[in-house]
Nanobody, 120 residues
Framework: QVHLVESGGGSVQAGGSLKLSCAVS?????RAWFRQAPAKEREGVAQ???????IYADSVKDRFIISQDSANGTLHLQMNSLKPEDTAMYYC?????????????????WGQGTQVTVSS
């Protein structure tokens, strides 16, 4: 069983930065951030595995950075140069498997989400 608790969401103006964190307890080789805007499907943002390999959605590449704290297992998402279209509920997700994917069906465990709002 893996338990996830997100924090760090909030409101920011376009061009600003926010850092999301997710406390992860339990074994999870694959961890990721997803987001879902109103009336849109959930989309994968970034994924990292235990070895530190990462993948990013094209829409956030070169702006967002996913990382994990090896000491306590906390997952982070540093979001820079934020745009209004980044506004969404952000979820962290985890899975004991080793898949390298941003497909939501590859992740068995999910946090409750944290809201990010970017104003123009």
């Amino acid at each position: 069983q893996v338990h996830l608790v997100e924090s760090g969401g909030g409101s920011v103006q376009a061009g600003g930065s926010l850092k999301l964190s997710c406390a992860v307890s339990g074994l999870a080789h694959s961890r990721a951030w997803f987001r879902q805007a109103p009336a849109k499907e959930r989309e994968g943002v970034a994924q990292i595995d235990t070895n530190g390999h990462t993948i990013y959605a094209d829409s956030v590449k070169d702006r967002f950075i996913i990382s994990q704290d090896s000491a306590n297992g906390t997952l982070h998402l540093q979001m820079n140069s934020l745009k209004p279209e980044d506004t969404a509920m952000y979820y962290c997700a985890a899975d004991p498997g080793w898949s390298r994917s941003l497909a939501s069906w590859n992740f068995a465990f999910w946090g409750q989400g944290t809201q990010v709002t970017v104003s123009s």
